[in-house]
């Protein structure tokens, strides 16, 4: 049976002062990148990437009530297939940035051959990918990169 490699990792900053008043619902607002300014994700220029990119969503979240919450983050390749779930638990009240992001590998045995050919064992994931994130199952936003090596 063959693998494909993916390391997922979750970043968490907590850029935003927790409010003491109950908002009406979380608001999704975010972006994809590969690019970093003193090690910090930055808005992107453009929406593609290499497969030697490691693929960062800056999600931030805003207009929650005071609780625990639950953000839900999807990652989906060219086939539609869900590659990838990130599943982060967190209370709070306001707002909150949490990054997440993607790291694409081909299987063993490619990477000896990959400098010649970068696309060479990672043909199911080039082409278009979307993220799906949602907040307590009801706020969604997606967002939409394209990986071609």
Known sequence: MRHSLLRLGLYILICFAGSSTALAGAAIEA???ATLVDGRPVAPIGQVFRCSDKIY???DVSGLADGDHVLN????????K??????YEFN???GIRITVWLKLHAPSGA???SAFNPALGMGEFIGPWEIR???DRSSTAYRNFEVLC
């Open 133 to 135: 994130m949602t907040v």
């Open 92 to 94: 709070r009240s306001g």
């Open 82 to 87: 869900r590659r990838e779930q990130t599943v």
């Open 57 to 59: 969503a800056v999600i």
């Open 73 to 80: 983050v999807d990652w989906i390749d060219p086939s539609g």
């Open 111 to 113: 990477s000896l051959l």
């Open 31 to 33: 972006f994809v990148t």
